[in-house]
């Protein structure tokens, strides 16, 4: 069997893989990206039709390579960040191979460097930079059996409101995802239910100033994480239909039904648990928490910023809002569809000998993992917070082409 030999294999044709490629282009560095489906391909076919990106087209771009737009305090949609992500491919020429999935990964047997087996060939690489992105298997927890009759759809897999079945839909899921399908779903006229559980939400605009700005400005806000920071709370926030501020208590008084955390099923009804007004009141101090932090840099800084009380205004919610059923009979309630905005988990078992983290990631420092040669590129608070983010990866993946440029010369 013939053997394709490399000096850097980047696996993963997304943002974080492409700007990976682009980075050791600069330095001179041979590399070959491989691309399991299409350049973006998590965007094109993992992503719901109606999704805006959650940050302002200002926030947006991807090193030596600004992105287009005429309003920057506008959000732009999914389709657009695709379009983007693809051009930017062409701009840096990057040699990526498309339809090829990497099955198995090796250290070589002997020496350095490792063998990868890919659906076309094997390939021998000194490098592997692992750019598959922090959204891999989509979790569903085990509450409705897998053979009950209901339908059931992760979030990663949803695509919007007309292709679900008739009825009424439940939403399990607080972050970004299940705060928007949610809220797509009401505005479609269906009756839906928001199964909430522990999550952090912010002001969209604050003083006239959008929460990415407010970000960027905070203390220890380019500090280096790790692992061990990152928050497993609900990111509730979005860019759908301008930027607005995501209130659950609001959405509960425009007709959707508020539940607490989904616990258990049986015979078709669900159970959950007592913990909604918990759930609320921890993202209610979350947000009031920001806009403190806010009016502190405000006054450290003497920025000339508007005042904005009204941002202190929580809605109350409905009134029977403390009363949220504990139980729910599917069928009765006419719920014709299960939407799980559950997250994901990381799987890099396809990397054989490699130690793992408790979230299941090779270990790393920063992105250069501890088995030379292998690196990280794109994932939650790999180097910084913004490290799986399209303004963030750039900054590490210089740092990590700089790291493979010297070991390669070494």
């Known amino acids: 069997m013939s053997v394709e030999h490399i000096e850097t294999l980047i696996i993963g044709g997304g943002q974080a893989g492409l700007t990976m490629s682009h980075m050791l282009s600069k330095r001179g560095c041979p590399h070959l990206v ?37 309003d920057p305090d506008g959000f ?24 090829v999935e990497v099955t198995a990964l090796r250290a070589r047997d002997g020496a350095s460097g490792f063998i990868a087996e890919t659906t076309t060939g094997v390939i021998a690489a000194e490098n592997v930079v692992c750019a598959t992105g922090p959204f891999q298997c989509p979790i569903i927890p085990p509450v409705l059996a897998a053979d009950e009759s209901i339908f059931q759809v992760h979030a990663r897999d949803y695509k919007n409101p007309k ?44 003083r006239s100033r959008d929460l990415a700005w407010w970000g960027s400005q905070f203390p220890g806000a380019d500090q280096v994480v790790t692992e061990a920071d990152i928050d497993t709370r609900g990111d509730a926030h979005t860019g759908a239909h301008g ?69 202190r205004i929580i809605d109350p919610g409905p009134p029977d809002l403390a009363d949220a059923p504990r139980s729910l009979d599917l069928r009765a309630a006419g719920i014709g569809a299960v939407v799980w905005a559950t997250g994901y988990r990381y799987d890099f078992g396809w990397i054989t000998d490699v130690a793992l983290s408790p979230l299941g990631v090779p270990l790393h420092d920063g992105g250069v993992g501890t088995q030379p040669g292998l690196y990280l590129l794109g994932l939650r608070n790999l180097h910084k917070r913004s490290s799986a983010l399209l303004h963030g990866v750039g900054e590490d993946a210089a740092r990590l082409a700089a790291h493979i440029s010297k070991r390669v010369a070494s």
Request: overall charge positive; glycine content about 10%; charged content about 25%.
């Open 243 to 311: 930027g607005y501020t995501i209130d659950y208590r609001r959405s509960a008084r425009q007709g959707m039904v508020l539940l607490g955390r989904a616990e258990s099923a049986r015979d078709g009804i669900m159970q959950f648990g007592p913990d909604l007004m918990a759930h609320l009141a921890e993202g209610d101090a979350s947000y009031l928490a920001f806009l403190d932090r806010a009016d502190a840099l405000v006054a450290s800084k003497g920025l000339v910023l508007p005042d904005d009380p009204d941002a």
């Open 34 to 70: 491989l691309e399991r489906g299409r350049i973006a391909e998590r965007w094109r076919s993992e992503r719901w039709d109606g999704l805006c990106f959650i940050l302002p087209n200002w926030r947006v771009g991807l090193p030596d390579f600004p992105f287009p737009h005429t």
């Open 163 to 206: 292709l679900l079945p008739a009825g009424a839909i439940l939403v399990v899921g607080a972050g970004a995802s299940g705060a928007q399908i949610a809220e797509e779903l009401r505005r479609a006229g269906r009756k839906t239910y928001l199964s909430i559980s522990r999550h952090w939400r912010g002001p969209r605009r604050y």
């Open 76 to 99: 732009t949609a999914g389709r657009e960040i695709v379009d983007y992500i693809a051009a930017y491919a062409d701009f840096i020429k990057a040699p990526v191979r498309c339809g």
